[in-house]
């Protein structure tokens, strides 16, 4: 069965984009990568600090990755339009997760302030996934503005809590039609399939890879456990019943139902 | 002459270009992305730009990040 999704051209197949951020180191980065067989992978801007002469990040993301840069640090709309020209000065493409966060204790979007990011880079023909605070008339006015996709949060960045947004983000994914990215707080792959369940397009994972004893081995949990909640999800979830229904024929075993 | 990089005031020569500062400070040109005074750079006009007094230089390269 060909199922994929295809954004500015692109088709792909893992629904599960992987965010670099907290990986011990490079090399541990890029076998999780390729581990998860991940397509899409998420990469920040920042201040060089001339006296710690790091490797280049981008030399460790396989080159079968389409990378999305976030704009992480932006306080407004202004900063993350400058960090998605920059980013695109420097070579890494035109797909950008717009994320403007003002708030330091629970790292929530500022919606108003992506919203009008979405619609100036748009126009300047990036690729634009906003990150936002799951809200059907906002994510309406991104997909208007010429969003891709938008990437509702499941519950705080790095919280590792788990979809606690579920009945909000599976209103957008019911009335809002462009792909929804379920991106933020997932901390276990069961989580991740649930969201595939529900009819995500696609989830963005970074924290519960990277900061698991094992992050080679937790891609590979989530790579499958967003296939397996895709699959589901195209099957057709029966709905739940308060009572039972029997899997066996209700006749008795050597007589006849009662 | 002081110029701001990275919001650190540094004291460099006069007539110094993009493409030295970068150099002097032992980067690999191939990783960043230069804005001088609020403009985004090009790699290849790096050696163009004379710096002036107070001028302000942001060096940025990629890192991990969600």
Redesign the interface.
């Known amino acids: 069965m060909e199922d994929f999704l295809e954004i500015a051209g692109k088709k792909i197949q893992n629904r599960l984009f992987i965010?670099?951020?907290?990986?011990s180191s490079?090399p541990i980065?890029r076998q999780a990568l390729e581990a998860a067989e991940a397509e899409v992978a998420?990469?920040?801007?920042?201040?060089?600090?001339?006296d710690l002469?790091t490797e280049?990040?981008?030399d460790f993301v396989p080159k079968s990755c389409q990378v999305m840069i976030?704009t992480?640090g932006a306080r407004n709309a202004d900063e993350a339009v400058r960090i998605a020209?920059?980013?695109k000065?420097?070579g890494?493409g035109n797909w950008i997760k717009i994320e403007v966060i003002r708030d330091n204790k629970y790292l929530l979007p500022d919606n108003l302030e992506t919203l009008k990011a979405v619609e100036v880079l748009v126009k300047e023909n990036f690729v634009v996934f906003p990150y936002m605070s799951p809200d059907l008339s906002m994510g309406r006015r991104m997909a208007e503005a010429g969003a891709v996709a938008v990437m509702p949060l499941g519950s705080p960045?790095?919280s590792n809590r788990g979809v606690k947004t579920r009945e909000l983000i599976e209103i957008m994914i019911n009335e809002i039609n462009i792909p929804i990215i379920v991106?933020?707080g997932l901390g276990r792959p069961s989580e991740a399939c649930e969201c595939m369940e529900l009819g995500s397009a696609a989830v963005?994972v970074?924290?519960a890879i990277a900061v698991s004893n094992d992050p080679v081995k937790m891609a590979r949990a989530f790579s499958e456990s967003v296939c397996a909640g895709r699959l589901a999800y195209l099957s057709g979830i029966p709905v739940a019943e308060k009572t039972a229904s029997a899997s066996s024929p209700l006749t008795g075993f050597l007589r006849e139902e009662e | 002459m002081k110029i701001t990089i990275?919001?650190k005031s540094e004291e460099i020569k006069i007539k110094s270009t993009l493409e030295e500062i970068i150099l002097k400070?032992?980067?690999?040109a191939?990783?960043?992305?230069l804005?001088h005074n609020a403009n985004?750079v090009?790699k290849e006009k790096w050696k163009y730009i004379i710096l002036r007094e107070n001028d302000n230089i942001?060096?940025?390269?990629?890192?991990?990040?969600?």
Do not use: H, Q, W
């Not at chain 2, 191939?30 to 992305?33: F, G, H, P, T």
């Not at chain 2, 942001?58 to 969600?66: K, L, P």
């Open positions: 965010g670099t951020g907290k990986f490079y980065m998420t990469v920040a801007l920042r201040r060089v600090d001339p002469k280049n990040i981008m976030n992480s020209r920059l980013a000065t420097a890494a960045i790095g991106d933020a963005l970074n924290t | 990275n919001g400070k032992g980067l690999c191939n990783n960043l992305v804005e985004i090009p942001e060096i940025v390269s990629f890192v991990g990040g969600g």
